[in-house]
């Protein structure tokens, strides 16, 4: 399996962080667009499973090393800078409760485990979402979790049971989808979104494209079909679903299968035409730093209002996320991400390494004291501003 770049893969990522980006700017068009992280989480399976069974299938060998470094440096920058800017703009910003909770969140969040912290405070739809602008990041949370135990299984089953990679990863898939589904209806639909074991088999889908589109041979009118169902599926469930949708259960299969048959499609003119242009390939390389920036840009724009956000307000955050997402990934996730190169030496692997763990480690310190008391000493309830002072703020915008 030979790992080469698709022009395409951007394009359908920039179409899982719009669809997120509209939904979260409660744009009614787009009362299904939190699919989005399905079709993310697919992508990653399908990526993930691609470099791994390509470097054992060539090597004979894995490097987790390189892999959780090549990992931490896709991840780790970009995650620390929107905490931390998180952090400082909610001190000023928030009531002390809504402080104390955030710093909750931001503590979970850089351990990798905040997707446990959200589950524990009710349900991703809940209105006390809008006073959370760290709950988007429950999914990096399952992403790095599925990475801890997924390259271990995959190598050692390519090394040991090679026949049954396939079969062995089907179980795995239809398991996962079913626990899904009977724990949703089974009253525990919270659990079923924020946690692992409930999402493996959209991870498993990705990876499972790779074994049938292997040395494939289709026609341009079969990749034609391909696309248009693919591009058909995600769309309307990001149109046609809303948050009562049982969500992620047998439902789940169609934005999910939607993202598979784009994978697996090979080039086309439609495809060229609505994933591999520009502007698509250009949001596709900045997703991650959108779906970053967006979602603390939104609660602390409308935390000082219930109402829904206008027109002109959805489209002036929207533009200030793009500028946002654009600014952190040229200046931060690009720089870092391109450090794990294999022929850099092994200490700036180790700088890297320190210095991130070095600056975590301090914004938890920070973040704990905030969770423990709800502000710091020097910040009365005098010294934040008040609603009515944001809202008259927001007003002039």
């Given amino acids: 399996m030979i790992s080469e770049y698709r022009k395409d893969i951007d394009g359908l990522r920039a179409i899982a962080v719009l669809a997120v980006l509209m939904f979260h700017l409660d744009i009614a068009l787009f009362s299904g667009g939190y699919i989005g992280v399905d079709v993310f989480f697919v992508i990653s399976g399908y990526l993930i499973s691609k470099n791994i069974l390509s470097e054992v299938d060539s090597t004979g060998r894995f490097s987790f090393k390189n892999f959780y470094i090549r990992r931490s440096r896709r991840l780790f920058p970009a995650l620390i800078v929107t905490v931390i800017a998180t952090i400082v703009t909610a001190t000023f910003m928030f009531e002390p409760e809504h402080l104390k909770r955030m710093a909750g969140a931001a503590v979970y969040t850089l351990g990798f485990v905040s997707n446990f912290y959200f589950w524990q405070e009710g349900g991703y739809f809940a209105i006390s979402g809008d006073y959370k602008p760290l709950l988007h990041t429950w999914s990096l949370s399952v992403e790095e979790q599925y990475y801890l135990f997924y390259p271990i299984a995959l190598v050692l089953i390519r090394k040991w049971l090679r026949p049954l990679t396939l079969v062995l990863l089907t179980i795995a898939l239809i398991t996962s989808l079913l626990l899904s589904d009977y724990l949703y209806y089974d009253g525990r639909p919270n659990a079923v979104f924020f946690l692992l074991p409930t999402r493996i088999f959209e991870f498993l889908l990705g990876a499972v494209v790779l074994f049938f589109s292997h040395n494939k041979k289709q026609s341009v009118l079969t990749n034609q079909l391909l696309t248009i169902t693919g591009l058909t599926a995600i769309l309307l469930t990001a149109v046609f679903y809303d948050p009562t949708t049982p969500n992620p259960t047998l439902y789940a299969l169609i934005p999910c299968g939607g993202a598979v048959a784009l994978l697996f499609s090979g080039p086309c003119s439609i495809r060229s035409l609505l994933l591999e242009n520009k502007p698509m390939i250009w949001i596709g390389k900045i997703s991650y730093s959108l779906y970053l920036v967006h979602w603390p840009l939104i609660v602390f724009y409308s935390y000082n209002s219930t109402e829904k956000l206008s027109y002109n307000s959805a489209a002036m955050l929207f533009c200030i996320s793009i500028v946002l997402a654009a600014t952190l990934h040229y200046l931060v996730e690009?720089?870092?991400?391109?450090?794990?190169?294999?022929?850099?030496?092994?200490?700036?692997?180790?700088?890297?390494?320190?210095?991130?763990?070095?600056?975590?480690?301090?914004?938890?310190?920070?973040?704990?004291?905030?969770?423990?008391?709800?502000?710091?000493?020097?910040?009365?309830?005098?010294?934040?501003?008040?609603?009515?002072?944001?809202?008259?703020?927001?007003?002039?915008?």
Avoid: D, M
């Fill in 334 to 397: 690009k720089p870092l991400r391109h450090g794990n190169n294999p022929s850099l030496k092994r200490p700036k692997h180790t700088r890297f390494i320190i210095g991130y763990l070095s600056l975590a480690l301090a914004t938890v310190l920070i973040s704990s004291v905030f969770w423990a008391r709800g502000s710091l000493q020097w910040r009365s309830s005098a010294n934040y501003l008040s609603r009515a002072e944001i809202s008259g703020f927001n007003e002039a915008l």
